[in-house]
């Protein structure tokens, strides 16, 4: 676990593994930490090395001092120096829900990136007002895997209402669509077949508008789309990452076979709750304490409980 510091803030960097083909850059969404990446990271790191990122004001990373609003370009040039800092050679960098904002706005502004994800880009421009995205959110809320709610309460606790609401209107008025015609990399687009927050001709817009994508729609999932679908969304990211640059004919919105979904993972049981349970109470300590070493034991601990197997040898959370 590092701290990446660029001039008042920091974030703070979660690393699974050291080898493979190719590394991976993990941003969440508003108030959300890198935790909501637990599943979907371990999936990713048998193609290489993924590092998901806690941004200031979530996760238990401060807010920039006197709180100053940050912008989603502030947040850009934050993952920027992540990558610059850890020396990574063309990641493949994902965001999800603002975290898709964030990483469209650094991939506009850095041509060398070659390849991104997008899961679940925010915020349709045809409902860009508060009241309709609070109701689409809670419409896709109640198809969630219910243990994300558990993550989602602990997360929101940590950022405080206060930052949230700053950071809200950034996220409410960012033209992500004037954002994506400047892309160049090549763009995997992905949603939620009940994602009510990002709804299908929205992410067809959004897939139309970037000159290389290629866009997925998967079964049964809703708007935390790598948390219940970890493994499918892995697949797609893994074959895109490894594709040749998508052409124009490649946008349309593609369903993933519903033959081909894994359902047993939303009911998995947890091989170890009581570790499960240590290993929350271990990493929330370690951000109280403001301890990394702390969260990065928590972290493993947690990871070890809840599915021993997808930590891979040199795959230990740090």
């Known amino acids: 676990m590092q701290r990446v510091h660029h001039g008042r803030v920091w974030a703070r960097v979660s690393t699974v593994g050291r080898r493979g083909e190719r590394t991976f850059v993990l941003v969440p969404g508003i108030g959300v930490a890198a935790t909501y990446f637990e599943r979907l990271a371990p999936a990713l790191n048998e193609f290489g090395p993924v590092h998901a990122l806690d941004l200031p004001g979530f996760g238990g990373v401060p807010h920039p001092p006197h709180a100053e609003r940050m912008s989603i370009a502030d947040y850009a040039e934050l993952v920027g120096a992540v990558i610059d800092e850890l020396g990574l050679v063309d990641p493949v960098v994902l965001g999800h829900s603002m975290g898709t904002q964030v990483v469209a706005e650094l991939a506009a502004r850095r041509p060398e990136l070659t390849t991104i994800v997008l899961l679940g880009p925010v915020m349709n421009r045809h409902e860009r007002r508060l009241p309709i995205a609070a109701l689409r959110f809670a419409q896709s809320s109640v198809r969630e895997p219910p243990k994300l709610?558990?993550?989602?309460?602990?997360?929101?606790?940590?950022?405080?209402?206060?930052?949230?609401?700053?950071?809200?209107?950034?996220?409410?008025?960012?033209?992500?669509?004037?954002?994506?015609?400047?892309?160049?990399?090549?763009?995997?687009?992905?949603?939620?077949?009940?994602?009510?927050?990002?709804?299908?001709?929205?992410?067809?817009?959004?897939?139309?508008?970037?000159?290389?994508?290629?866009?997925?729609?998967?079964?049964?999932?809703?708007?935390?789309?790598?948390?219940?679908?970890?493994?499918?969304?892995?697949?797609?990211?893994?074959?895109?990452?490894?594709?040749?640059?998508?052409?124009?004919?490649?946008?349309?919105?593609?369903?993933?076979?519903?033959?081909?979904?894994?359902?047993?993972?939303?009911?998995?049981?947890?091989?170890?709750?009581?570790?499960?349970?240590r290993g929350r109470v271990t990493e929330l300590a370690g951000v109280l304490l403001d301890d990394d070493s702390l969260i990065a034991e928590g972290k493993t601990q947690h990871a070890e409980a809840t599915d021993p197997a997808a930590l891979h040898d040199d795959a230990e959370t740090s």
């Not at 405080?160 to 954002?179: A, N």
């Not at 992410?203 to 708007?223: F, G, L, M, N, T």
């Not at 594709?243 to 047993?264: G, K, N, T, V, Y």
């Open 149 to 277: 709610a558990i993550l989602a309460a602990a997360a929101y606790l940590l950022c405080g209402p206060r930052w949230f609401s700053r950071v809200l209107p950034e996220m409410m008025r960012y033209p992500i669509e004037q954002t994506v015609p400047r892309i160049r990399a090549s763009t995997l687009v992905i949603r939620g077949e009940h994602d009510r927050l990002v709804p299908r001709e929205w992410v067809e817009e959004i897939a139309e508008a970037i000159p290389h994508a290629r866009s997925w729609e998967i079964p049964d999932a809703a708007h935390s789309v790598m948390h219940g679908h970890a493994e499918e969304v892995a697949r797609l990211c893994v074959e895109h990452a490894r594709a040749p640059q998508p052409d124009r004919s490649e946008a349309e919105l593609q369903r993933f076979p519903d033959d081909e979904i894994d359902r047993s993972q939303e009911d998995a049981p947890i091989a170890d709750p009581l570790g499960a349970v």
